[in-house]
């Protein structure tokens, strides 16, 4: 038999991801038996409350380029190379560059609003908008 090697591995990944499922599973109820604790001490504070209009969280960075928190130090990386202020645009396009990704439009659409997003959420303390108009250039904060 000249496939017994490739055999017991396959073997042993479908018993992994056999143990891997039951384990998501049994972690699957704990989850539902805590979120319904959850909802009884909300019916506790507020009998009236409606726990279905609570929608779900979901995290997924699908930024493939920067990990969490990671963006906005690039961003003022750029700005601080730059010789003037800066659309959100420009920077977005500045940043994949760093990263050697060639800015096309999907690209600039996936990491434009978190851009746009953290300049907005440090208007004043980093960074400062330019002038009036849109759209907003940007610049660091002395």
């Not at 409350?49 to 130090?73: C, L």
């Not at 700005?79 to 060639?102: D, F, N, Y």
Request: hydrophobic share 40%.
């Amino acid at each position: 038999m000249k496939h017994k090697p490739a055999m017991y591995a396959l073997l042993r990944l479908h018993a992994e991801l056999g143990g891997k499922i039951k384990a998501n599973r049994t972690e699957a109820k704990k989850l539902a038996i805590d979120m319904m604790h959850v909802e009884a001490v909300l019916k506790l504070l507020d009998p009236s409350f409606n726990v279905r209009v609570i929608a779900p969280r979901r995290r997924n960075n699908k930024n493939p380029w920067f990990k969490k928190g990671e963006m906005f130090r690039h961003a003022i990386d750029v700005l601080r190379r730059a010789s003037g202020p800066m659309t959100a645009r420009e920077i977005t396009e500045a940043l994949l560059r760093s990263c050697g990704v060639e800015p096309d439009t999907k690209s600039v659409r996936s990491l434009f609003g978190g851009v746009q997003g953290s300049l907005r959420n440090h208007d004043g303390v980093t960074v400062k908008r330019s002038g009036e108009g849109m759209p907003a250039r940007w610049r660091l904060a002395n």
